[in-house]
C-alpha cells in the first residue's frame, strides 16, 4: 500500500508538470448545408480585408459533411471572415464578421434562389 500510495502521488506530480493544451475557443466544426459541394472554406480576420484567405479543406467537402477547423496561437480575435467556393459553383460566397469564440459548431447554408446566406451556430 506505501508503494503504491507513492505511485499515485508521482503520477500526480507528473501530470500536475505537464502544460495544459486548452482547445481554441475559435476551433469549429464546420457543417456544409449549402447544398454544393465545398471546394474551398477560408477564414480570414476583417481587419484582413478580403483578399487574404488559406484553404482550410484537404478535400472537397460534400453537402452535409462537416470538417474541423483549428487556429493557430498567432491568429488573434474572435471575428472572422468565411469564404466558401463550390466545387461546381462559379461564385464566392462570404459570411461576415462571424464570432467564432460563441459557439462550437456552425452550420453553413445558402439559398441559391435569394443569393443569401445564413448559419446556424451551436
Same mark, same amino acid.
Given at each position: ?31 456544409? *448545408? ?12 476583417? /481587419? /484582413?480585408?478580403?483578399?487574404? $484567405? ?17 487556429? /493557430? ?12 467556393? $463550390? ?23 445558402? /439559398? ?9 451556430? *451551436?
Amino acid at each position: 500500500m506505501k508503494y503504491f500510495l507513492a505511485a499515485l502521488i508521482a503520477l500526480g506530480l507528473s501530470v500536475a508538470a505537464v502544460p495544459s493544451q486548452a482547445a481554441d475557443s475559435r476551433n469549429v466544426s464546420v457543417v456544409n *448545408e449549402t447544398g454544393y459541394a465545398i471546394k474551398f472554406l477560408g477564414f480570414n480576420s476583417p /481587419d /484582413d480585408g478580403l483578399d487574404e $484567405w488559406d484553404n482550410e479543406l484537404d478535400k472537397v467537402l460534400q453537402n452535409q459533411a462537416s470538417t474541423y477547423v483549428e487556429f /493557430d496561437d498567432d491568429d488573434e480575435g474572435c471575428v472572422w471572415n468565411i469564404r466558401v467556393d $463550390w466545387q461546381n459553383y462559379n461564385e464566392a460566397v462570404l459570411w461576415k464578421n462571424v464570432n467564432l469564440c460563441k459557439f462550437n459548431v456552425l452550420r453553413l447554408r445558402y /439559398d441559391p434562389g435569394t443569393k443569401t446566406t445564413s448559419f446556424v451556430a *451551436e
